[in-house]
């Protein structure tokens, strides 16, 4: 990928090979880390860049010592050459660039901002671009986030993921494919639609992020209450195409389609609220954001922690379990982690004992979870609640974890009692730092209750 002065973040949106070696380290390290990831049960994909190569930039060397030639439109490292990208005629704009989004043609055969893009109707390409993400199977990922789908045309990427070898078996099983998500901005309007990419694999679902944020922020009169039918029935994808989150790389620094709408890790407290309810509602594959902290706010180009020579930091982990050195680690506050658990908890379950007041919302995932949120910025949420779960008692997962087992376990945050009709109090401050409860039976305390004393929600 090229290397930027400044040290940009999304240079390695500009490869010169298909090298793996980049500024957070060598081939031999990812392999490593693939490896060690897979034997713990953690998956990786990799973010694929197909469509494209560097922008025009000129004459360059990328990070891995490759050299290019944007004149000459030469990659040799690969190697592609002039061949090998769609032709200024075939592209047909005065710049060679996209200028207007309603043109399917050029959308999909001129350059994205300015970046050379290689045309995948090439048997050429599609072999090189095959054997860049057999290498990559051929490690133990999993599967690609496909970067810039929108800009292929469906059937030549289509042609593509179907060439590809199965998962290796010792990590996968026989007979396994890789996972496939497909990066298509689609929020109406356009006439590429997401629609067009369903039979790859998944596909983006901007408007997800778009409306929860408009939800959750109250604009534009919504309400939590007008969340129960959250999915399909607002324009978006069916579920089972869908790859859902609150934001992502681009539109959490107004890159990509990016408006004020979108939530971000700046806004902890919405944002934990949005997460959560993501998380809990059976809708698409959902994706959990991790940053970093960058300043200035408004530079939209800063890169990831790095030393003096622009190599990512390694992310140092606190005694408390969140990152330190401006990693912002999403993934790892207590609330967001403790409601990826949830998810896969009530996987297969239905939502039941939906609740909705203006902008509190209760409900339950079968008979194995439920989620309450106050977004109401001046009225408690108050009373009994049907849960669904088992009588007992349990500790909430978003103020606190439950640790130890069995008659010796306990909640280090709210616990909460269920009756025997499943019913149970809950109070929700609209001022609390985390105005949500959350209780799941795997969250389910012996009959002791616990040794240590319990904390009101609504604490910080
Ligand atoms: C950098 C420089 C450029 C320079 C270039 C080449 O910033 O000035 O020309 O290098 O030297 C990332 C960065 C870019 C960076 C690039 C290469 O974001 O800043 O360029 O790396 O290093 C479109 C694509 C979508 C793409 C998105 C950014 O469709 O695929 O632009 N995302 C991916 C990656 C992204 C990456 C690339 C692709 C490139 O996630 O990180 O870029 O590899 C409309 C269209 C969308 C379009 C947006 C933005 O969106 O529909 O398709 O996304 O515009 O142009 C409303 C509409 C919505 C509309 C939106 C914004 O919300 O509903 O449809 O407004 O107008």
Redesign the pocket.
């Known amino acids: 990928m090229?290397w930027?002065p400044h040290r940009?973040w999304?240079?390695?949106?500009?490869p010169v090979s298909y090298k793996l070696i980049s500024r957070s380290g060598s081939e031999q390290e990812f392999a490593d880390m693939v490896e060690r990831c897979n034997k713990v049960g953690v998956r990786i994909f990799v973010?694929a860049?197909i469509?494209?190569m560097?922008?025009?930039?000129g004459i360059g060397v990328g990070i891995a010592d490759s050299t290019f030639n944007t004149y000459e439109q030469s990659y040799p490292a690969v190697p592609y050459s002039i061949h090998d990208f769609n032709s200024k005629e075939k592209c047909g704009t005065q710049s060679g660039n996209i200028e207007n989004?309603n043109n399917v043609n050029e959308?999909r055969n001129c350059r994205?901002?300015?970046?050379l893009d290689l045309d995948q109707s090439k048997s050429w390409v599609k072999d090189r671009i095959r054997d860049y993400l057999n290498h990559l199977i051929r490690l133990g990922v999993a599967g690609f986030r496909v970067?810039?789908?929108?800009?292929m045309w469906p059937d030549e990427l289509k042609a593509i993921v179907e060439s590809l070898n199965d998962l290796p078996e010792t990590h996968f099983g026989a007979g396994q494919r890789a996972f496939v998500f497909t990066?298509?901005?689609?929020?109406?309007?356009?006439p590429i639609t997401k629609y067009e990419y369903t039979g790859i694999g998944r596909v983006t679902e901007?408007l997800y992020g778009?409306k929860l944020g408009e939800v959750f922020r109250r604009w534009n009169n919504q309400k939590l209450e007008y969340l129960q039918f959250f999915g399909e029935s607002w324009g978006m994808l069916p579920s089972g195409y869908a790859w859902t989150f609150v934001d992502?790389?681009?539109n959490q620094r107004k890159?990509?389609?990016?408006?004020d709408m979108v939530l971000t890790f700046w806004e902890p407290r919405v944002y934990k609220m949005a997460n959560a309810f993501m998380l809990a509602w059976p809708y698409g594959y959902t994706k959990v954001m991790s940053s970093y902290y960058w300043y200035p706010r408004e530079d939209t180009?800063v890169g990831p922690p790095a030393d003096s020579y622009g190599n990512t930091n390694t992310v140092p982990i606190n005694d408390d379990g969140s990152c330190g050195g401006n990693w912002a680690c999403e993934h790892r506050w207590r609330q967001i982690r403790n409601m990826v658990a949830f998810r896969n908890l009530v996987h297969g379950t239905a939502v039941e004992n939906w609740w909705g007041r203006g902008d509190q919302i209760a409900f339950s995932r079968g008979r194995k979870g439920f989620l309450a949120i106050n977004n109401d910025y001046s009225q408690t949420m108050s009373g009994e609640f049907y849960t669904g779960l088992p009588e007992g008692f349990y500790c909430d997962c978003i103020s606190g974890d439950m640790l130890g087992s069995g008659d010796n376990a306990y909640c280090t945050g709210q616990t909460l009692s269920v009756n025997s009709m499943g019913r149970t109090h809950i109070n929700i401050r609209s001022d609390s730092e985390n105005p949500m409860i959350a209780i799941h039976v795997d969250y389910k305390l012996g009959s002791k209750r616990g040794n240590i004393p319990t904390r009101r929600n609504g604490g910080k």
């Open positions: 090229v930027s940009p999304w240079e390695r949106y500009q973010d860049v469509n494209h560097t922008g025009d930039s989004y959308v994205l901002v300015s970046l970067d810039a789908s929108k800009h990066e298509v901005i689609d929020m109406g309007g356009e901007f778009m992502n790389h681009d890159h990509g389609g990016g408006g180009d």
